[in-house]
T-cell receptor, first 111, second 109 residues
Framework: SQTIHQWPATLVQPVGSPLSLECTVE??????LYWYRQAAGRGLQLLFY??????ISSEVPQNLSASRPQDRQFILSSKKLLLSDSGFYLC??????????FGEGSWLTVV | GIQVEQSPPDLILQEGANSTLRCNFS?????LQWFHQNPWGQLINLFY???GTKQNGRLSATTVATERYSLLYISSSQTTDSGVYFC???????????FGGGTRLMVKP
């Protein structure tokens, strides 16, 4: 069966520090991968999606970036975090059925 | 892009009551999903329901694709049903999932 994991689950980072959130999917190949952010407990905002290795589409201009170095690995990064980057980040994947599955989420607090 | 609206935005129920949550979307879709986000943030798939009716225990969902809406029914609500309920759709032209704003449900004992 397919599984998706992301880490770390929680982190507290100072303003200006870098960020790296990692997501991996097992049990499937060539998934579409997504990064979402949720602020204030409501509303999921699509940040990035990827349909293949090295193929990244950005939905919202910001100081975040994403990379897909391997078929089932998706990384969310920042060189310098802002206070406004705080939130709950969710990685997700879809296969051919267009059914989406989410990771456990990562709580980021920028202080 | 496709617009997704959910109602009501907030709902408070007494334990044991029934409720109906609504999701309207602005264009044709080839997938619609309902999720429950628990207090820990985890998003749980409830239904994959691009059309028709499905039931799972006390929950059921109906999507009328021709009229561009979906309904989620919660019967005999329990305190563990509390959280935020999202619907999300895949439009026919694209591979992105668009979420509604959610319905925040609180079930009181």
């Amino acid at each position: 069966s397919q599984t998706i994991h992301q880490w770390p689950a929680t982190l507290v980072q100072p303003v200006g520090s870098p960020l790296s959130l990692e997501c991996t999917v097992e049990g499937t190949s060539n998934p579409n991968l997504y990064w979402y952010r949720q602020a204030a407990g409501r509303g999921l905002q699509l940040l990035f999606y990827s349909v293949g290795i090295g193929q990244i589409s950005s939905e919202v201009p910001q100081n975040l970036s994403a990379s897909r170095p391997q078929d089932r690995q998706f990384i969310l990064s920042s060189k310098k975090l802002l206070l406004s980057d705080s939130g709950f980040y969710l990685c997700a994947w879809t296969g051919t059925a267009n059914t989406i599955y989410f990771g456990e989420g990562s709580w980021l607090t920028v202080v | 892009g496709i617009q997704v609206e959910q109602s009501p935005p907030d709902l408070i129920l007494q334990e044991g009551a029934n409720s109906t949550l609504r999701c309207n979307f602005s264009d044709s879709v080839n997938n619609l999903q309902w999720f429950h986000q628990n207090p820990w943030g985890q998003l749980i798939n409830l239904f994959y329901i691009p059309s028709g009716t499905k039931q799972n225990g006390r929950l059921s969902a109906t999507t009328v694709a021709t009229e561009r809406y979906s309904l989620l029914y919660i019967s005999s609500s329990q305190t563990t049903d509390s959280g935020v309920y999202f619907c999300a759709v895949f439009g026919n032209a694209g591979n992105m999932l668009t979420f509604g704003g959610g319905t925040r449900l609180m079930v009181k004992p």
